[in-house]
T-cell receptor, first 113, second 112 residues
Framework: AQSVTQPDIHITVSEGASLELRCNYS??????LFWYVQSPGQGLQLLLK??????LVQGIKGFEAEFKRSQSSFNLRKPSVHWSDAAEYFC???????????FGTGTRLTIIP | GAGVSQSPSNKVTEKGKDVELRCDPI?????LYWYRQSLGQGLEFLIY????????KSGLPSDRFSAERTGGSVSTLTIQRTQQEDSAVYLC??????????FGSGTRLTVV
């Protein structure tokens, strides 16, 4: 079955430290890949998306993600986190020709001083 | 409008009552989606509209849930005879295609 897995439910990182959030997908072909962020009480904001081409994608707020076909992964990274990055992060895929998003269960990010 | 608008932002209802949740998409966006976000469940797809038609309603959890879209614009999600397990945040998104989704801020539904 097609699925999106975010193995880390909760991650705690010190302010200024680097961050990597993991995402793996199980689809036959390369789907469209997305990362969204959700602050408490807010909707989803798109950080970045990958369709094709360069496997390293730059997004907003200093985030980037790398698509690795061999590992079916699309991990999100940031070199130095800020307290304002504390939020819930969702990886999502759109299977080619199936116009809807399937989400992972999310990773909650806590930033400590 | 500038974004996807959902109303109400919060709704508390008694078990067994019917509720209607509204989504006003971005003007010109032909596709509209409803998702449900429950504690510990992540985001579940409910239904997808293309224009006024719903080619995919596979995520509606029971026949108590229904949705319609009129004029290719506003959509209403109706939950009949609400149950406590229906408590969740209901998110709406719209798209002009090309995997370009914009989400609303959601309606938080609490069934007491």
């Amino acid at each position: 079955a097609q699925s999106v897995t975010q193995p880390d439910i909760h991650i705690t990182v010190s302010e200024g430290a680097s961050l990597e959030l993991r995402c793996n997908y199980s689809y036959g072909a390369t789907p469209y890949l997305f990362w969204y962020v959700q602050s408490p009480g807010q909707g989803l904001q798109l950080l970045l998306k990958y369709f094709s081409g360069d496997t390293l994608v730059q997004g907003i707020k200093g985030f980037e993600a790398e698509f690795k076909r061999s590992q079916s992964s699309f991990n999100l990274r940031k070199p130095s986190v800020h307290w304002s990055d504390a939020a819930e992060y969702f990886c999502a895929v759109e299977d080619f020709g199936n116009e809807k998003l399937t989400f992972g269960t999310g990773t909650r990010l806590t930033i400590i001083p | 409008g500038a974004g996807v608008s959902q109303s109400p932002s919060n709704k508390v209802t008694e078990k067994g009552k019917d509720v209607e949740l509204r989504c006003d998409p971005i003007s010109g966006h032909t596709a509209l989606y409803w998702y449900r976000q429950s504690l510990g469940q992540g985001l579940e797809f409910l239904i997808y509209f293309q224009g006024n038609s719903a080619p995919d309603k596979s995520g509606l959890p029971s026949d108590r849930f229904s949705a319609e879209r009129t004029g290719g614009s506003v959509s209403t999600l109706t939950i009949q005879r609400t149950q406590q397990e229906d408590s969740a945040v209901y998110l709406c998104a719209s798209s002009r295609g090309q995997a370009d989704y914009t989400f609303g801020s959601g309606t938080r539904l609490t069934v007491v």
